[in-house]
């Protein structure tokens, strides 16, 4: 078992950039595909990205490539999602999960219920 600990939110204005990390206890980072989702006050639970354990292949929702990007460095454990070029509409509390590795199906990727771990997420807010 893996428990994902997200930080780095924060308020941020529309244009700004900020990172979000996310580590797991345990000694089995370095064995599972780990992702981030949001969810917007009054929104489904959606995904943003996701890498898998060796570092590829990485996945991003078509609403923050090229804006945003994630990284994960096994040796020190961490995962990070970059994310530049912030708009009002990124604003929610950013999740990261965890499972075994990444399903190649885009909607089976792109469901909550296809990862079993998940953390207690961390609030974005982007104003204008």
């Known amino acids: 078992q893996v428990q994902p600990v997200e930080s780095g939110g924060g308020l941020v204005h529309a244009g700004d950039s900020l990172r979000l990390s996310c580590t797991t206890s345990?000694?089995?980072?370095?064995?599972?595909?780990l992702v981030w989702f949001r969810q917007a006050p009054g929104k489904e639970r959606e995904f943003v990205a996701g890498?898998?354990?060796?570092?590829?292949?990485?996945y991003y929702a078509d609403s923050v490539k090229g804006r945003f990007t994630i990284t994960r460095d096994n040796v020190e454990k961490v995962m990070y999602l970059q994310m530049n070029d912030l708009k009002p509409e990124d604003t929610a509390v950013y999740f990261c999960?965890?499972?075994?590795?990444?399903?190649?199906?885009?909607?089976?990727?792109?469901?909550?219920?296809?990862?079993?771990?998940w953390g207690q997420g961390t609030q974005v807010t982007v104003s204008l």
């Open positions: 999960a965890a499972d075994r590795g990444l399903y190649t199906d885009a909607v089976r990727r792109s469901s909550p219920g296809a990862y079993p771990y």
């Open positions: 345990g000694r089995t980072f370095t064995t599972y595909a």
């Open positions: 890498i898998n354990w060796s570092g590829g292949p990485i």
